[in-house]
């Protein structure tokens, strides 16, 4: 099993960066493909962005492209998003997530994952 920590979150303006950590324990992370989600108030868990095992594949939903940027280092059993020009509608609670079997025709949908952070929030100001 893996324990995910997730960090980084705040309050920021429009237009501003964070940068989301997610550090993993019990099992090295390289194991994991990884998934960072979000869920605002009111809302369902939205899928935001993935990482492949070794870094080698990510996607991301369509709203983000361009603005966000996941990665991880493996030696340091942690995986990032970086978030740029954030906007508003980005405000909600982030989560990371692990498994180790998901498909890529699966890594939008948030039951298939089986571990998962408490969540970090993250608001932005207009």
């Known amino acids: 099993q893996v324990q995910l920590e997730e960090s980084g979150g705040g309050l920021v303006q429009a237009g501003g960066s964070l940068r989301l950590s997610c550090a993993a324990s019990?099992?090295?992370?390289?194991?994991?493909?990884m998934g960072w989600f979000r869920q605002a108030p009111g809302k369902e868990r939205e899928f935001v962005a993935f990482?492949?095992?070794?870094?080698?594949?990510?996607y991301y939903v369509d709203s983000v492209k361009g603005r966000f940027t996941i990665s991880r280092d493996n030696a340091k059993n942690t995986v990032y998003l970086q978030m740029n020009s954030l906007k508003p509608e980005d405000t909600a609670v982030y989560y990371c997530?692990?498994?180790?079997?998901?498909?890529?025709?699966?890594?939008?949908?948030?039951?298939?994952?089986?571990?998962w952070g408490q969540g970090t929030q993250v608001t932005v100001s207009s």
């Open positions: 019990g099992r090295t992370v390289s194991s994991y493909a």
């Open positions: 997530a692990a498994d180790s079997r998901i498909t890529t025709a699966t890594i939008r949908i948030p039951f298939k994952y089986d571990y």
């Open positions: 990482i492949s095992r070794y870094g080698g594949n990510t």
